[in-house]
């Protein structure tokens, strides 16, 4: 309850100025279609229900939610699940790859001489260029050798997202201070043990940190995967036509479903962490 | 969070460590298990030359317990490295068991105490008592046998499934003395394994281990600062010098083999702590 309380005053602080915002912001649109005889009133409340309102109320986008979420069968284009389901499977996908390539490249870089002179600039180069430019062209690519569905938005996703587990992990992997290596030379492990008993182990502690700054970032790239690629499907298709044709209860919905996938996707991390704890009797 | 478990019951006295059998390394009583001759090493950095440590001659027996004692630079902690491969000589030649360094270690040798417990935070005192084992691909019933054996050596097997962090700083260095006792080893190295501790918890560790030594018949080569420590441990005590590092004088200790803490209250050991005091002195006027 401690913890949850002062999340809880945050949350009706937002709502509240949201709110108030709602009616100076939508006050010109409801005024224009008001009566000429309506009262200050008659037009304050009608800023709460616009069908096409700059600032939908907290009340409209849960309604909204609400009604796309479980009020339309999961294949319809309307389905927000459909959509949503759609961009967390791309995520998860991508954020997979960001995991594999991440933790393959930080092993390479932390062992291999040349990779670790030469590699790291590169990496840096690769977060340097804006996703949004990218992103048009790998789908496009993709697409003409036929690789079309998930694939190509999970690769941007974790084009985005494998950078801080890379990192993150050449960090972790040397992380061991020299007596806990000495010891192990002094038991004449091998490579491979070193790693097994002494690299991977004490790389946790920056490998879940590492982990949810990648999640949300997983799920933005598949987002913005999505906008090229005619707005078939996935919340970022939910963003496009939304703000193509005025719709915004639809982008703010699609927004704050997105919110709500990148905070179960922390959870689902923090999970992951809090079993492996559990086997370190209560300790990172 | 758990609170710091309280201090373990001091080691008991009547266990033994039972030897399977011989180690394949174990030399025939009163062999040389150690030997240098002009061992040096210099350190090159930032274009400096520093020498850590010159012309060291030593010979170390089967049995023996040899201290190195000397201040801060003399090269005790590198001389130590020098006979686990931990370091490189520079110049003159070292043996261990017949064998250079390497080979030795590489053979498994020696079990090796550092300055701090390096335990595994992640592992409980067991699995960290087992972590050469499996390092030596031992199968898991003898791993776990031989990680209760030494846990019961020191006195911890109430305490195998805590983690480091639950123990105090001496049941962690118990733990790390049962982790490198755990493979057998026929030659214990240790570098100032009670230096971080306090005195009571110092004095209670420095009698322990004088047991476990008399029982195993190991040979032991142990860092210290301490002249009392070392005087109390040794068959052997070499006193050493800094800038040079370099071995100003070796003291045999006329106590008796077997000893107790009163022993530190007797004529001779006072005049044994007296010559490694005149020793080191010395050492430091000619520097």
């Not at chain 1, 909204?64 to 499977?89: D, G």
């Not at chain 2, 011989?22 to 298990?33: K, M, N, R």
């Not at chain 2, 118990?174 to 100032?192: G, K, Q, T, V, Y």
């Not at chain 2, 083999?257 to 702590?273: M, N």
Request: net charge positive.
């Amino acid at each position: 309850m401690t913890r949850v309380l002062p999340v809880l005053c945050v949350l009706a602080v937002v709502i509240t100025v949201w709110f108030a915002a709602s009616v100076p912001m939508n006050w010109s649109q409801a005024a224009a279609l008001a009566d000429d005889n309506a009262s200050w009133a008659d037009i304050a409340a009608a800023t709460q229900s616009l069908e096409r309102p700059l600032l939908p109320t907290p009340a409209q986008i849960a309604g909204n939610m609400v009604t796309t979420l479980f009020f339309y069968p999961i294949t319809a284009p309307r389905s927000l699940l459909h959509h949503a389901l759609v961009t967390a499977w791309e995520s998860l996908f991508g954020f997979v790859i960001s995991l594999g390539a991440g933790i393959a490249l930080a092993i390479g870089i932390v062992h291999i001489r040349t990779l670790d002179r030469t590699l790291m600039p590169w990496l840096v180069a690769s977060q340097a260029i804006p996703v949004l430019a990218i992103a048009p062209m790998v789908v496009v690519v993709l697409g003409n050798i036929g690789l079309t569905g998930a694939l190509p938005k999970a690769l941007i996703a974790g084009w985005l997202s494998f950078f801080p587990i890379t990192t993150g992990m050449v960090k972790g992997l040397r992380s061991s201070d020299v007596m806990q290596r000495d010891l192990l030379h002094t038991y004449n492990a091998t490579v491979s043990q070193i790693f097994t008993k002494l690299r991977w182990p004490s790389s946790m502690a920056f490998l879940f940190p590492a982990m949810k700054v990648a999640a949300p970032l997983a799920l933005v790239g598949a987002i913005v995967a999505e906008l090229p690629t005619g707005a078939q499907a996935g919340l970022g298709a939910r963003l496009l036509t939304g703000s193509y044709y005025g719709l915004t209860l639809q982008i703010w919905s699609a927004l704050l479903m997105a919110a709500l996938l990148a905070v179960l996707a922390i959870g689902l991390v923090d999970v992951a962490q809090a079993v492996l704890v559990r086997g370190r009797g209560g300790r990172l | 969070m758990r609170a710091v478990a309280p201090e373990a019951p001091a080691w008991p006295d009547t266990q033994v460590l039972p030897r399977e059998a011989a180690h394949p390394l174990e030399s025939p009583v009163g062999e040389t298990v150690i030997e240098a001759s002009g061992l040096g090493v210099t350190f090159a950095a930032h274009g400096h030359e520093t020498v850590a440590l010159t012309g060291v001659d030593l010979a170390i027996r089967k049995g023996e317990f040899v201290s190195l004692i000397g201040p801060s630079g003399c090269g005790k902690t590198t001389l130590l490295r020098l006979i686990a491969d931990l370091t490189q000589a520079t110049s003159g030649s070292l043996t261990v068991n017949g064998m250079t360094p390497a080979e030795a270690r590489q053979k498994r040798a020696y079990g090796y105490v550092f300055q701090a417990p390096a335990l595994y935070p992640w592992r409980n005192v067991e699995r960290n008592v087992m972590l050469p084992l499996e390092v030596m691909g031992l199968p898991r019933e003898e791993r776990r046998r031989r990680a209760s054996r030494v846990l019961e050596l020191v006195g911890l097997s109430e305490f195998r499934r805590r983690f480091p962090w639950q123990l105090s700083g001496g049941m962690q260095q118990r733990a790390s003395i049962a982790r490198a006792l755990s493979f057998e080893p026929p030659l214990l190295l240790m570098d100032e394994p009670f230096g971080a501790l306090d005195e009571i918890t110092r004095d209670g560790l420095t009698l322990h281990l004088h047991q476990l030594w008399q029982r195993t018949g190991l040979t032991a080569v142990f860092v210290t600062h301490s002249v009392p420590e070392a005087v109390f441990l040794s068959t052997r005590i070499v006193v050493m010098s800094s800038r040079p590092g370099r071995v100003v004088a070796v003291i045999d200790s006329r106590l008796p083999r077997e000893r107790d803490l009163d022993v530190r209250e007797t004529q001779q050991f006072l005049s044994v702590a007296h010559e490694v005091r005149v020793a080191l002195r010395q050492g430091h006027a000619d520097a």
